[in-house]
């Protein structure tokens, strides 16, 4: 590098030493991660379940799973990357001949690549508002907001993002259309930014952070997968097994709540969600937002 200085990664991995000692992997071990991003968890689960232990990782963007076997090629066979919804990891493993798995991994959300890529994930990217992490998925963020009627535009904005000024927005959005389609995640921020009085911009987020984060929410169906792979967990896990899931909103948290407070199923192993320490988060602004819980799996397998 010029200048001697060591390359940034792309994306940081979250609670990393947390993770590791919470799903505690060991050789011969079969573990899944469901959001196999840039490989940075993954790579430290296979290097902690060497040599035998495999790993099986999901993710339904291309750029990112062929950038993560890239990362694993050293793992050899041991480590299976697969491109796919993780709500269909189930069916995944069952492809594979593997499973139950001895760990389960959920990094929610987008990875670092993704949100500087010109996606439509940023409030200053002037070419894209398109926000599908699978682009082979339905309707993008510009469909929905040049789509969608005034209504619709305000529940999925408070729904999904518990923004209160969602009527304004969606207002705002459904007049400014009038000129022109809404073509880029700039122009929407902009709207944003013009719909909220200053009054009720918030200190420490860009106003237009909770619009952003719900029609991110909506495009990718992320609550709706979510459910379906919380409640696959029995069919997935063998007994003993744990499960990390490092989620990044409060929509996202309650679901693993409710799923890890079946004491017929689970065995929590975080009495409250985890935070990343201070010097973390000074470090990955990412991590701030992250909450990590864990549970052992304690049901009988089906
Ligand atoms: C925060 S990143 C994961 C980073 C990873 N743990 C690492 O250390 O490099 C989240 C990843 O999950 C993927 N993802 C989100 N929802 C998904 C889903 N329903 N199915 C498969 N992959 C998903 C995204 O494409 C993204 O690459």
Known sequence: ??????ERPLHVPVMADEVVELLAPVSGGV???CNLGLGGHAELILERSGPDGVLVGLDWDAEALAMAKKKLSRFGRRAIAVRSNFARAAAVLDGLGLGPVD???LDLGLSSLQLAANRGFSFSDS??????????????????????SEAELADIIYNYGEERQARRIAAAIVAERKAGEIRSGKELADIVYRAVPRRFHPG???????????LRIAVNRELDNLAELLASLPR?????????VISFHSLEDRLVKRCF????????LTKKPLRAREEECSQNPRSRSARLRAATYCGLPL
Not at 261 to 268: I, N, T, W
């Open 127 to 148: 070419e894209s508002l398109d926000m599908r992490m699978d682009d082979r998925a339905g309707e993008s963020a510009r469909d929905l907001v040049n789509r969608c």
């Open 31 to 33: 573990y899944l991660d």
């Open 1 to 6: 590098m010029p200048g001697g200085e060591a």
């Open 204 to 214: 420490r987020i860009h106003v237009a952070t909770r619009t952003f984060q719900a």
């Open 261 to 268: 407070s079946d004491r017929s199923l689970f065995r929590p």
């Open 103 to 105: 760990g389960v991994l």
């Open 236 to 244: 997935i896990m063998a007994g003993g097994a744990r499960v990390c």
